[in-house]
């Protein structure tokens, strides 16, 4: 499995962005998508999650702005990410979880992850 996550960039406080993570190879056997991140200096952490099945979860520090959503037919995950903060800053990595038995955040149980796309929030 090979993920490509894109979409970052640099927009201000209140702004919107899209990410995306397109996925190939053998997306058959993947049963979750995760969506993290890492901010300078800080470790990484969950940001949110998809099932094969649609069944997502959020940090509860981007619910209600973030959104996370597929599209199966493009084999694609996207993070719609509203209401921008700074401390949203941090390169987000989209990971996969293959053969999983339940929906999980845990960054452990993620066997695939993509390389990375840096979004700067300017206060």
């Known amino acids: 499995v090979q993920l490509q996550a894109s979409g970052g960039g640099l927009v201000q406080a209140g702004g919107s962005l899209r990410l995306s993570c397109a996925a190939s190879g053998s997306t058959l056997s993947i049963s979750t998508i995760g969506w993290y991140r890492q901010a300078p200096g800080k470790q990484r952490e969950f940001v949110a999650i998809?099932?094969?099945?649609?069944?997502?979860n959020y940090a509860d520090s981007v619910k209600g702005r973030f959104t996370i959503s597929r599209d199966n037919a493009k084999n694609t995950v996207y993070l719609q990410m509203n209401s921008l903060k700074p401390e949203d800053t941090a390169v987000y990595y989209c990971a996969a979880d293959l053969y999983g038995v339940a929906p999980t955040s845990d960054e452990y149980d993620y066997d695939y992850w993509g390389q990375g796309t840096l979004v700067t929030v300017s206060s």
């Open positions: 998809i099932t094969s099945t649609g069944i997502t």
